[in-house]
């Protein structure tokens, strides 16, 4: 395989596997914690178990419930190598957990982890002054890069190394809420980025975090057409290679 598999699973959680068959999970919120946590029902299943996962590495951009899901932590670090690597706030949360600290990787922006096929950066994001420590990765998957903004803001002035990444993919949070980019700002950011795709995601979880697929998909056929907005189904499986991005096109 020349390129990478990813799954969507929802909220900002996705899954890839490298051409190497590493495997990461990213901001994964698979159960109904955050109903009990923090009074936010989800709306919609999760197309995936915290069982059935075999993860290689678990990235957490931050410490908030549907982006680092506690209750399912211990499940998706099951197995003895699996690593939980992400934001200083995600590996307090991990160790308050009681995950051995052995097993805990914390980055600040620019801090890197490297295995086999798989590089991982930590990038600078902006999710409020109640989530300072929140981070972005700059993915490369094989011969494939991808930019996971995490929950932020637009914030041109301190994303210039996301930029100088050239990501083939762009994935970033559409709600508008919570700090987070909204249709206008995320198209802003993708026009900035100038990655040929873009995957919307943070949208039709929860009542609370609003979000418009439609409304952004618009704005970015009128204002980047340099870059195809690409939609994922829940739990459907994407082969994304090479010829893929290629023949990118709106």
């Not at 100038?194 to 039709?204: D, E, N, R």
Request: glycine residues 10%; hydrophobic residues 40%; charged residues 25%.
């Amino acid at each position: 395989m020349n390129g990478m598999y990813m799954i969507w699973t929802g909220q900002a959680g996705f899954i890839f596997e490298s051409p190497g068959g590493v495997r990461i999970g990213v901001d994964l919120y698979l159960t109904d914690s955050t109903e009990r946590l923090c009074g936010f029902r989800r709306l919609s299943a999760s197309p995936v178990r915290s069982e059935d996962c075999r993860l290689d590495m678990l990235l957490a951009t931050h410490g908030h419930e549907d982006h680092l899901d506690v209750d399912c932590l211990k499940g998706l670090l099951k197995e003895p190598e699996t690593l939980l690597i992400g934001s200083a706030d995600a590996a307090r949360k991990a160790n308050e957990s009681r995950i051995s600290p052995e097993r805990i990787v914390s980055l600040t922006p620019g801090g890197k982890f490297e295995k086999m096929d798989v590089a991982i950066e930590a990038a600078y994001a902006d999710h409020g002054e109640g989530c300072p420590e929140a981070i972005g990765f700059l993915l490369s998957i094989g011969r494939i890069r991808v930019y996971i903004t995490g929950d932020t803001a637009f914030r041109p002035d301190r994303m210039a190394r996301a930029r100088e990444f050239s990501p083939h993919y762009l994935i970033l949070p559409i709600n508008g809420a919570f700090g987070n980019l909204g249709s206008e700002s995320a198209a802003e950011m993708a026009r900035f980025i100038g990655a040929p795709l873009t995957i919307p995601c943070h949208f039709y979880m929860f009542r609370e975090h609003l979000g418009d697929p439609d409304a952004f998909y618009r704005i970015m056929v009128k204002r980047v057409p340099i870059s195809q907005t690409c939609f994922l189904s829940p739990g459907k499986v994407y082969e994304a290679g090479p010829e893929s991005i290629e023949n990118a096109h709106v």
